[in-house]
């Protein structure tokens, strides 16, 4: 199988300038950046206190915290 065509995204994530490689088109990265800047903003505002590394951090534990529940939900759905 052809290995997708991948390209460099530019985006903000807080005030930090982030460089990432992706297959995903330009408006599928907007809106990751986008969820990933309201989550950090929630964080934020649930404790000013925390470092922006410790944001970071609680936010991709959130994140994967969602995507195993979503994947459990996917896995009961085939058995039943």
């Not at 930090?16 to 809106?31: E, G, L, P």
């Not at 944001?55 to 039943?80: F, W």
């Amino acid at each position: 199988m052809a290995e997708a065509e991948k390209w460099r995204y530019r985006g903000k994530i807080g005030n930090h300038d982030v460089v990432i490689t992706s297959n995903k088109d330009d408006a599928h990265m907007d809106a990751v950046f986008e969820i990933a800047n309201q989550q950090l903003a929630q964080l934020h505002q649930a404790n000013a206190s925390l470092k922006f590394e410790d944001q970071l951090i609680l936010l991709a534990v959130n994140a994967i915290s969602d995507q195993l529940d979503m994947q459990t939900k996917l896995d009961e759905g085939k058995e039943a």
